[in-house]
């Protein structure tokens, strides 16, 4: 596909899912949400988006219980998927997961108790894999073993910089002040660390909604869940779960700019649209007699008919 505008393609492009909650057996979480097709389905649209990730990242969260079927049934619906697309599967540790079996069940190791922090190198993008878990608890921490580790992987510059992958996002929850009891905590000592360093943005999740900030300076990027999200509408509640707006994120590298586009999951109905047998015609226009077709308001292009009867 031609370049269209004043920006090249992005250097990389990375899948950024969370919070899919999987129980044991397949079954519906809270006896109604149908967790594996809510998954299926976002990785159908993944697919389906000619995105081409180099790297899908899972923000945590991944068993609900951190039952090891769990952990199996997730590994088989990815991993088809990952293996087509010539995706690397980043997994991150949420709240939810349980240290032994995720160790074992998703990477074929020992089962331990120990933190589960890794490095990926993504083509020069390095994308590291943060535990914020607190075994026992919902709440984020780290050890200063953790933020030591840390210290010593951000010493030496990435190519393309560096992407942290954690559950607990380091931001303010405005919106839903509950999460500020299940917050990392102790946020200054991890700001610390990454201020100044290559760090060019943050994945998490955990709050089953989508919101960005900054923390050290560091763009925060939050993807909703893929189980179910929290309505930050719902009167005289503390907290509301609906099973309602699940989404994943797109995030896009580029040599001085990242781009996180929001993915809503479901199936939709068009109500205007343009087929892509048009490309070739785009192809074959100047820049000018691009911009006259597509940007004046008294073009055929632009006009109601033209858009809904394609």
């Known amino acids: 596909m031609i370049q269209l505008g004043q920006y090249p393609a992005a250097r990389h492009v990375i899948a950024h899912i969370s919070d899919t909650h999987f129980l044991g057996g397949g079954r519906p979480l809270y006896g109604s949400v149908p967790t594996d097709?809510?998954?299926?389905?976002?990785?159908?649209?993944?697919?389906?988006?000619?995105?081409?990730?180099?790297?899908?990242?899972?923000t945590g969260d991944l068993a609900d219980l951190g039952e090891p079927d769990a952990y199996t049934r997730l590994r088989g619906l990815v991993e088809p998927v990952a293996q087509r697309l010539g995706a690397q599967i980043i997994w991150v540790m949420g709240n939810h997961d349980?240290?032994?079996?995720?160790?074992?069940?998703?990477?074929?190791?020992?089962?331990?108790?120990?933190t589960q922090d890794r490095v990926y190198d993504i083509g020069g993008l390095r994308i590291i894999s943060?535990?914020?878990?607190?075994?026992?608890?919902?709440?984020?921490?780290?050890?200063?073993a953790q933020?030591?580790?840390?210290?010593?992987?951000?010493?030496?510059?990435?190519?393309?910089?560096?992407?942290?992958?954690?559950?607990?996002?380091?931001?303010?929850?405005?919106?839903?002040?509950?999460m500020g009891m299940l917050e990392l905590q102790d946020q200054k000592r991890l700001a610390?660390?990454?201020?100044g360093t290559d760090v060019r943005a943050i994945l998490a999740g955990h709050l089953h909604y989508s919101t960005h900030s900054t923390f050290a300076g560091i763009p925060v990027s939050v993807a909703a869940a893929t189980c179910y999200t929290l309505d930050l509408t719902a009167k005289d509640r503390i907290l509301s779960g609906v099973d309602f707006g699940q989404a994943f994120n797109l995030v896009h590298v580029y040599d001085?700019?990242?781009?996180?586009?929001?993915?809503?999951?479901?199936?939709?109905?068009e109500v205007t649209g343009f087929?892509?047998?048009?490309?070739?015609?785009?192809?074959?226009?100047?820049?000018?007699?691009?911009l006259e077709m597509f940007s004046s308001k008294s073009s055929s292009f632009n006009s109601r008919e033209a858009a809904s009867s394609d």
Not at 130 to 144: K, N
């Open 147 to 178: 933020l030591d580790w840390l210290t010593d992987v951000l010493a030496a510059p990435a190519p393309h910089g560096t992407l942290l992958a954690v559950h607990h996002p380091p931001i303010p929850t405005p919106l839903l002040e509950a």
């Open 275 to 290: 087929s892509a047998e048009h490309w070739a015609e785009i192809e074959a226009m100047t820049p000018e007699q691009r």
């Open 37 to 58: 097709d809510h998954l299926s389905q976002a990785l159908a649209q993944l697919e389906a988006s000619g995105a081409k990730p180099e790297a899908i990242v899972f």
């Open 256 to 269: 001085d700019q990242i781009v996180h586009s929001i993915v809503p999951v479901g199936e939709t109905a």
């Open 98 to 114: 349980e240290r032994p079996h995720y160790s074992k069940q998703l990477f074929d190791a020992d089962a331990t108790d120990e």
């Open 192 to 195: 610390e660390v990454i201020r």
């Open 130 to 144: 943060f535990d914020t878990s607190v075994p026992g608890y919902h709440h984020g921490d780290l050890t200063q």
